[in-house]
């Protein structure tokens, strides 16, 4: 009989995402657990023993064979196997992992108590529960009411939990939510001969000459280079699945050979699964996919399959229809954020971990001028659309038509002035990732921006 539990996850010791997403992958190698959902990855300050590294914690929905004493005695082993070490009660460990609820089960002996005993008064542990479990389906919970009524209860932290997600191994990751954090660039490296701004700056040029431009970026304060080999402009014509891994593994295969480079994330443009698992072979890390995953069926499972990071956005149709398709009579914040959870809640049951999953609103796919300005000015309410609270955003509006439109500017590349309220606007909504063509103008933007705004 299948029974249905939630793990709690923790690590403050290494690679603190990488021992929880290698924790993950041990739970469902035992053939006897699986995986059904994830939390966010929340980081957070240590409780009782104080002297000790910055928490990582979530938690996982997972769907069992196992009895709950059986569940324990698999999730030690797993602890064992990792090379956890107790040194002392509430300590710094690799890896933690604890059963907080085991269906509607109360169970307590000397070994195992559920709900798990300290759960309620810990703001590490609830967050992630009411992200994985609704409050409208917790009537069956072994507690006196629900989840969010617990954690409301609790005091204010003194660094406020923030959610993060990684975007390349090591310590390069977003905090999303964090009030003092860095917004992070994005910059644009289309490799392309026709992409509505900078098409053919860098297509078919020579290596010395890519590797100057890429050096730049990483010198003007870029964090991600956002690799493109096909245009998605409105009414763009798609190129062969052969010719896109043509343009993108050899700019891939470069950045990683530049040192200047080595702390750089790597991100791919691109909707089709077969492309973006070459390019994470390559040594790319994120996936940036205009179409939330529905221009490939394979894309979302190619994705959890591989373990990165993804960027979904939000389209409709495809790059030569989406025009045709900007059509929004529940309102348009509305109708994206619906959309978009659609899409996170088909990436989660692909297998991809909450904590993988970047968001963004899609500005000029399948939106009119008036959506453009509409979903910049209610940024805030996207971040905070039920369902998708605590997830990060990436904003991309560098040089756009509307800009251009807005500015009376015609080319593209003059739109600076332009992209930089637009940026401003995006970054006062909460945007965590600006994606853009001018960096160090838009590095300075976002420095200003955010003192400004992250306080």
């Known amino acids: 009989m299948a029974h249905r539990a939630v793990i709690a996850l923790g690590s403050n010791m290494g690679d603190r995402v990488a021992m929880i997403e290698q924790a993950c992958k041990e739970m469902e190698s035992t053939g006897r657990i699986k995986i059904k959902r994830t939390s966010s990855l929340w980081e957070t300050k240590a409780m009782y023993v104080l002297d000790q590294d910055m928490f990582v914690n979530g938690a996982c929905e997972i769907e069992t064979s196992l009895s709950p004493i059986e569940l324990l005695d698999e999730l030690q082993a797993i602890e064992n196997r ?3 070490v107790k040194v002392i009660d509430k300590g ?24 798990h005993l300290l759960m309620l008064e810990r703001e590490f ?8 479990i609704p409050e409208e389906v917790q009537g069956n919970l072994p507690i006196k009411g629900t989840l969010q009524q617990h954690l409301a209860r609790l005091p204010p932290s003194d660094v406020p939990l923030s959610p993060m997600t990684p975007l390349a191994p090591g310590s390069l990751h977003i905090s999303a939510f964090h009030s003092q954090r860095d917004t992070r660039i994005m910059s644009i490296l289309n490799v392309t001969p026709d992409s509505f701004s900078d098409g053919g700056k860098n297509y078919n040029i020579e290596e010395a000459t890519l590797a100057a431009t890429i050096k730049s970026h990483v010198a003007a304060g870029a964090t991600v280079i956002d690799v493109g080999g096909q245009s998605t402009r409105p009414g763009s014509v798609q190129v062969s699945f052969k010719e896109e891994l ?15 480079a080595k702390n750089m994330a790597i991100s791919v443009d691109t909707y089709r699964a077969n492309v973006a698992e070459a390019a994470i072979k390559a040594g790319a890390d994120i996936i940036n996919d205009v179409s939330a995953g529905l221009l ?29 398709l900007a059509s929004y009579p529940d309102g348009v914040v509305e109708t994206v954020g619906r959309e978009l959870l659609e899409r996170v809640r088909a990436a989660e049951e692909a297998g991809i ?6 968001l963004d609103p899609g500005i000029g796919f399948a939106k009119t001028q008036e959506h453009n300005l509409e979903l910049l000015r209610r940024q805030g309410e996207l971040r905070n659309y039920p369902g998708l609270e605590g997830l990060p955003w990436l904003v991309g509006t560098s040089r756009k038509a509307f800009v251009g439109k807005i500015t009376c500017v015609k080319e ?30 838009m590095v300075q933007v976002a420095k200003m921006a955010d003192a400004i705004w992250r306080v």
């Not at 460990?93 to 002996?109: A, E, H, P, V």
């Not at 542990?125 to 994985?132: A, G, K």
């Not at 043509?246 to 200047?260: F, G, K, N």
């Not at 499972?301 to 229809?321: D, F, N, Q, S």
Request: net charge positive; hydrophobic share 40%; proline share 6%.
């Open 82 to 84: 990792m090379g956890r």
């Open 92 to 115: 710094p460990r690799n890896i933690d992992l604890d059963i907080s609820l085991y269906g509607n089960l109360t169970f307590s002996n000397e070994r195992l108590q559920i709900p």
């Open 353 to 358: 971990r909450r904590w993988r999953i970047i």
């Open 412 to 441: 593209a590349k003059d739109r600076v002035w332009g992209t930089t309220a637009a940026v401003t606007a995006a970054i006062q909504g909460g945007a965590d990732i600006v994606r853009v063509h001018d960096v160090q103008e």
């Open 125 to 132: 542990v609830l967050r992630p529960l009411c992200e994985i």
């Open 296 to 324: 490939d069926e394979a894309m979302l499972p190619t994705v959890a399959r591989l373990g990165c990071t993804i960027c979904l956005m939000h389209m409709r149709g495809t790059p030569e229809t989406m025009s045709n």
């Open 246 to 260: 043509s343009r993108i593994l050899p700019a891939v295969t470069l950045i990683r050979s530049l040192p200047e």
